[in-house]
């Protein structure tokens, strides 16, 4: 069965940590860019980092560049999101979706995410409150 599945959601404190992962079944990671997104309610899917698997280019959202780090582990078929000094606006139901792109640094590209992002996890929440 082709799935992505997240974890690492959870309670923090503002300014604290938290690393989300993004664990792969039925296929290999390594051959596809992974976009980590977050939703809160009333507001849409929100594309906050992004990297890329021709050459592991990353991209991150304003709000979140210099906080946050998307990287791989091909051994563990995972993709992680550290965020670091979290903010209660980071507050959200964090997902992760693949895209088969093996030779683009589809990271680097301005429509990175208005392309078909595929094999949506279920989502983990992340709560950033004292």
């Known amino acids: 069965q082709v799935q992505l599945v997240e974890s690492g959601g959870g309670l923090v404190q503002p300014g604290g940590s938290r690393r989300l992962s993004c664990g792969a079944s039925?296929?290999?990671?390594?051959?596809?860019?992974v976009g980590w997104f977050r939703q809160t309610p009333g507001t849409g899917r929100e594309g906050v980092a992004c990297?890329?698997?021709?050459?592991?280019?990353?991209y991150y959202v304003d709000s979140v560049q210099g906080r946050f780090t998307i990287f791989r582990d091909n051994a563990a078929n995972t993709v992680y999101l550290q965020m670091n000094s979290l903010k209660s606006e980071d507050t959200a139901v964090y997902y992760c979706?693949?895209?088969?792109?093996?030779?683009?640094?589809?990271?680097?590209?301005?429509?990175?995410?208005?392309?078909?992002?595929?094999?949506w996890g279920q989502g983990t929440r992340v709560t950033v409150s004292s």
């Open positions: 979706a693949a895209l088969w792109a093996p030779y683009r640094a589809i990271c680097r590209s301005d429509n990175r995410w208005s392309r078909m992002w595929e094999n």
């Open positions: 990297i890329s698997a021709s050459d592991d280019s990353t």
């Open positions: 039925g296929f290999a990671l390594e051959h596809y860019a």
